[in-house]
């Protein structure tokens, strides 16, 4: 499985972005995709995932103004997480990940900046 993330970018407080996240290989074999962040000087941490059967889940920090969701009700092959009400400590970088029962897939970071 590779994935590809794209749509990080500066942003003011209280703006949004869409983080997209491609999946490609052997996309049949997801049963859940998410998202990390790791701001500057500190450790990795969870965002939101979603299963392949649409369930979700988010970190506190950002439940109520992340939104992640699927394109295809069929399969894994893109996820988007729709950030909306941003603010300065969201800033990170952002890796998508997928899993399988061959493990854990990342992605490269994106990064998210929100600055005024």
């Known amino acids: ?5 794209s749509g990080g970018g500066l942003v003011q407080p209280g703006g949004s972005l869409r983080l997209s ?8 074999k997801i049963y859940m995709m998410g998202w990390y962040r790791q701001p ?12 392949n059967l649409g369930s979700t ?6 439940e109520g103004r992340f939104t992640i969701g699927k394109n295809s009700a069929k399969n894994m092959n893109m996820v988007y ?7 300065p ?23 998210v ?3 005024s």
């Open 40 to 51: 500057l000087g500190k450790q990795r941490e969870f965002v939101a995932f979603i299963t």
């Open 89 to 111: 400590e969201d800033t990170a970088v952002y890796y998508c990940n997928a899993m399988s029962p061959e493990g854990g897939h990342w992605g490269q970071g994106t990064q």
């Open 1 to 5: 499985v590779q994935l590809q993330a």
């Open 57 to 62: 889940n988010y970190a506190t920090s950002v």
């Open 21 to 28: 996240c491609a999946a490609s290989g052997s996309i049949s």
């Open 81 to 87: 997480l729709q950030m909306d009400s941003l603010k």
């Open 113 to 115: 900046t929100v600055s």
